[in-house]
């Protein structure tokens, strides 16, 4: 069974096993309940909702990265879906984790093993009695699925649930089953570490400029030559301030885990337009920063090559004076 499936199965078994630890809590009272296992069964209870709280987030956020939005949608919205097989999903998966596929499997496999130990221990569920041979989804087939549309469903256990486990054995299952989501926690954060660290590198996944660098440097020896032959030329003395923006754009991958991966790009800039300070003369009072924004444009006259220029102040370039 893939590492994948095998979490799919435990949120759908857990919140069972939960209904039916509170239905066989209501059978015997609160009281009886609590003389019978000194508070343990109530704090198991707990334990389990906030432990199934913990290992569904974990997993959404192992999901994420190799999933669209509607598949991750869909996965953890109903613990039925078809997609927890997912073939494409589950290697994609291998490829994400990485050398923690492995220790993540066995962390899984233990939560699953947890698990069918407590289930074991309540007599009356349809079910139950198939445990040891085909695992958590001996109870989860003979039951609704816990989770439709993203709502908890409520399970319909109607016989005289009997719950059998000894109190220092609920306690030991319980710290276990923490020790075990934490350490499955863990896999994922480092892995999500090391897949943001390897972005950087992959030969397929690098960054480009938004155009071409020899028209970069084309417009930037003609800016240079204006500036030059105006601004500079009238004044003897001053100082100016380029402010430099994105103009990088990074390529997306091709084929492998990626195809499925929503496409991280960075946010659309404007390539046509800069900005410019300048600083007037010092003989100036008061002194004035000239914030220039400047847009190149390509001719347009017949039968001439398109060429990127820098356009005329009342058209294209917009002043601001600081001070």
């Not at 007037?280 to 847009?295: A, F, G, H, N």
Request: proline share 3%.
């Amino acid at each position: 069974m893939s590492g994948i499936e095998i979490a799919g199965i435990l949120l759908g078994a857990i919140p069972l096993v939960i209904a039916a630890l509170e239905h066989y809590e209501d059978i015997i009272g609160p009281t009886k309940a609590f003389v019978k296992f000194q508070g343990h069964l109530d704090r198991a209870i707990r334990e389990l909702w906030n432990q199934h709280t913990l290992f569904e987030q974990s997993i959404e956020m192992l999901l994420r990265p190799i999933t669209t939005d509607q598949e991750l949608s869909e996965m953890i919205d109903n613990t039925n879906s078809k997609l927890w097989q997912d073939l494409a999903i589950e290697q994609s998966l291998r490829s994400h984790l990485g050398r923690a596929y492995s220790p993540y499997v066995m962390a899984v496999t233990h939560i699953q093993k947890i698990m069918i130990e407590i289930a074991m221990k309540l007599d009356n569920v349809r079910g139950v009695e198939n445990l040891s041979r085909d695992g958590l989804e001996a109870i989860i087939s003979k039951h609704k699925a816990a989770k439709v549309n993203g709502k908890l469903q409520m399970f319909d256990i109607s016989r005289r649930v009997k719950f059998t486990m000894k109190k220092k054995k609920i306690k030991e299952s319980l710290d276990e089953l923490q020790r075990y989501i934490e350490m499955f926690d863990k896999f994922q954060g480092k892995a999500e570490k090391i897949a943001a660290a390897d972005e950087l590198y992959k030969s397929d996944d690098w960054l480009m400029f938004a155009l071409p660098v020899d028209i970069i440097r084309e417009n930037t020896k003609r800016l240079y030559d204006i500036l030059s032959k105006t601004w500079c030329s009238t004044h003897s003395s001053h100082s100016a301030g380029l402010l430099l923006e994105q103009r990088l754009m990074k390529k997306p991958r091709r084929g492998g885990s990626g195809s499925r991966r929503k496409r991280l790009t960075l946010d659309h800039c404007d390539t046509n337009c800069f900005s410019l300070s300048l600083l007037q003369p010092s003989t100036s009072t008061p002194k004035k920063w000239l914030d220039v924004e400047i847009r190149h444009v390509e001719s347009s006259a017949s039968g001439q090559k398109d060429e990127y220029v820098l356009p005329n102040q009342s058209a294209m370039v917009s002043l601001n004076s600081s001070y």
